[in-house]
């Protein structure tokens, strides 16, 4: 597995792979405490963050992070505690993230839209002490607590860190969502927390960079959700290279003018990898709290002057058929990511057309970083791009072999990645190559010039919007329902989404209809793991020994498609 074996204090060094010939930036730093501090000496007063027209400085997020840590240490958490922070993109989100890695702790990132099922198999899977929860989310976030054992609490307001917006962004979202606020018994009001005068943190153990920073669930190699720690090394190494990656696309423009609007959830490796490499360059975050309610997505964009926009093939459609968005003064724009799921012809040419800006494809995962991107002016449609500085690809055959000539199994190593799933020895026994690189399980190709071409997954996951979703987790919600026999999950594609989640279901009792099936999965899935469709079957196709071929079923759907 990857492991280094340098010294913890030993800064990153500029450092060069034969597949990509580029240089990894030098940041000078160890940890993701370090880089905060050398950012807010820099520019202090520069805005580090923005949300609905209230900003937070460097200095200020310096001192709030030191808050939270401070509170954290006094409820007497010792280092290496995981805390959970189940939280939308909101200005309390890095500040929790921030003020949980200065204490020493581990900031354990999820879904705050996860059911209580959901959740409660996170919080106990990394054994949370610790919660920052969105008010309205409450209840879901209070059962799962308590399945957990989780005790200690922080509950943050809408309009938290929204200065004098506060009571009114407050009020709004009860109007709106006033059934679902609850007020979890004996929680911490935000407020409290981060008025702690900060005295502790020369008190702590140092931090190193091989401590674990985050741990974010991931699907992996198998459909069971498992926990992916990242260390300070290799966040910070996966910044260089996207420092070094990104360079070119973002010549000429002076680093406190860096503006990123980010509406990819924080809980995401492509929305904490991008906040990283903003705060690295002193540049401001602008977060986008819920970037289904367009009108308000494109009023954020209006107040600012926009140099970069990552996002995925659903964010860039619900964009462009806004009207309004079209209007918006593009001028400054000049990166615009596509990650998590292919970028469609039709929309890169739409988004062109309107922004003046190319989307820039690349490829990357929870477990790895960045792996590959566009060059700028150089951008081969239908790739993902040359591998980034300080990595190393390598295509493996079936039997572990190297690919020389055409497809393979995308396999990686470099610093940047992580060292093992959490508290899963087996499943790291085969995520790794016996010499140290890790198996993605997507299927690639190099063409010609070096770009690298995914070609299809190894594994049946179906990507929806960015996310990993995996069939056998909805399988196995489905087939709890007591009228429902058996199932088969299968992806279907969908314009916006580039797939979604469809659901073959043989019927026990004669009853069941899509209503029931539909309103069974709300109570257990997350939206974008709900079945978007239920098909009825007498039986479903099996192989000899009984197993369900789903395979049969994705080319069905494939013909009804068509047809």
Not at 303 to 319: K, M
Not at 349 to 366: D, L, N, V
Not at 530 to 537: E, L, N, T
Request: proline share 6%; hydrophobic share 40%; with cysteine.
């Amino acid at each position: 597995m990857n492991r280094s074996n340098k010294k913890d204090n030993e800064k990153l060094k500029l450092v060069s792979t034969r597949q990509s010939g580029s240089e990894l930036a030098d940041l000078g730093v160890c940890t993701i405490e370090e880089l905060l501090q050398h950012s807010a000496m820099k520019t202090p007063k520069a805005p580090a963050l923005s949300a609905m027209g209230a900003n937070i400085s460097y200095e200020r997020l310096q001192n709030l992070s030191a808050a939270v840590a401070t509170w954290l240490i006094n409820q007497g958490l010792q280092p290496g505690a995981r805390v959970a922070v189940a939280l939308p993109n909101m200005l309390a989100h890095p500040v929790a993230c921030l003020g949980i890695i200065r204490a020493g702790l581990i900031a354990v990132c999820v879904n705050p839209l996860y059911t209580p099922q959901e959740l409660a198999q996170v919080f106990k899977d990394s054994e949370v002490k610790a919660v920052f929860l969105f008010e309205p989310m409450g209840q879901g976030v209070q059962q799962a607590m308590l399945k957990a054992g989780v005790s200690i609490a922080v509950q943050v307001a809408p309009g938290d860190q929204l200065g004098w917006r506060r009571s009114l962004v407050n009020w709004v979202a009860h109007r709106r969502l006033g059934s679902k606020f609850t007020r979890i018994e004996g929680a911490v009001d935000w407020r409290k927390v981060v008025a702690t005068r900060a005295t502790k943190l020369s008190q702590r153990a140092p931090i190193t960079a091989e401590q674990t920073a985050f741990i974010i669930y991931s699907g992996g190699t198998t459909g069971q959700p498992k926990g992916v720690p990242i260390s300070h090394r290799a966040l910070l190494f996966n910044v260089g290279q996207q420092h070094s990656a990104l360079r070119a696309h973002l010549l000429g423009r002076a680093e406190p003018d860096y503006v990123l609007l980010l509406a990819v959830p924080l809980y995401h490796i492509l929305g904490l990898g991008n906040l990283l490499f903003t705060l690295a360059k002193g540049g401001k975050a602008v977060l986008v709290m819920n970037p289904r309610d367009t009108t308000a997505f494109v009023k954020e964009w209006s107040r600012h002057r926009i140099s970069s926009f990552p996002g995925v093939n659903t964010l860039y459609n619900s964009l462009l058929e806004n009207e309004e968005f079209h209007s918006q003064d593009f001028t400054d724009l000049a990166l615009c990511l596509g990650a998590g799921m292919p970028v469609s012809e039709s929309t890169a040419k739409f988004w062109h057309r309107i922004t003046g800006c190319h989307i820039t494809e690349a490829y990357g995962m929870t477990e790895t970083g960045l792996i590959s991107c566009n060059p700028a002016g150089r951008s081969r449609p239908g790739s993902v791009g040359l591998p980034v500085a300080g990595i190393e690809i390598s295509l493996r055959s079936e039997n572990d072999d190297e690919v020389t000539v055409g497809a393979g199994e995308i396999c990686v190593r470099s610093p940047a990645i992580m060292a093992g799933y959490w508290r899963r020895p087996e499943e790291n026994a085969s995520a790794f190559t016996s010499d140290g690189f890790f198996r993605t399980g997507d299927i690639g190709l190099f063409d010609p010039d070096g770009y690298l071409r995914l070609v299809d997954r190894k594994k049946e996951m179906i990507i929806s919007s960015g996310f990993k979703v995996f069939p056998s987790e909805i399988e196995r919600v489905l087939n709890a329902h007591p009228g429902v026999m058996e199932s088969a999950v299968v992806p279907a594609p969908d314009e916006k989404a580039g797939e979604i989640p469809i659901a073959y279901v043989v019927r026990r009792q004669p009853y069941l209809d899509e209503a029931h099936v539909i309103a069974h999965c709300e109570k257990y899935l997350v939206s974008y793991k709900r079945p978007r469709r239920i098909i009825f079957r007498d039986d479903l196709p099996k192989s000899n020994v009984g197993k369900i071929l789903r395979k049969e079923l994705v080319g069905a759907e494939q013909q009804e498609c068509s047809e």
